[in-house]
């Protein structure tokens, strides 16, 4: 049975950086699309960014265009979100999702498979 499992998460100061993590176990992510989204207490899951892995193209939120970078690792199995320039409304705990396709979907609907997300503080 397919696992995706992030790392990574942590408290930062404002302005800092983390990378994240995302793993997958008993599938590749070839021909997927690969994506994080994040969640707060009392709000819905919203999308940050997502990666078509075959072919590279991205789709970031406005939020974290420009300082946040999702890509690829060398396997077929990472992926990494850097996160540079940290606010305080990033924290957040951030969720790898998964989908087979080739539309680089936002909804979290959409996704069929996910990790057990990772906590990110940033101190106000």
């Known amino acids: 049975q397919a696992q995706l499992v992030e790392s990574g998460g942590g408290l930062v100061q404002a302005g800092g950086s983390l990378r994240l993590s995302c793993t997958v176990s008993?599938?590749?992510?070839?021909?997927?699309?690969v994506g994080w989204f994040r969640q707060t207490p009392g709000v819905d899951r919203q999308f940050v960014a997502n990666i078509k892995w075959n072919r590279g193209n991205t789709k970031y939120a406005d939020s974290v265009k420009g300082r946040f970078t999702i890509s690829s690792g060398n396997d077929n199995n990472t992926m990494y979100l850097q996160m540079n320039s940290l606010k305080p409304e990033d924290t957040a705990v951030y969720y790898c999702a998964a989908r087979v396709g080739t539309e680089l979907r936002t909804a979290p609907g959409q996704y069929d498979l996910w990790g057990q997300g990772t906590q990110v503080t940033v101190p106000s």
């Open positions: 008993g599938r590749t992510f070839n021909n997927h699309i």
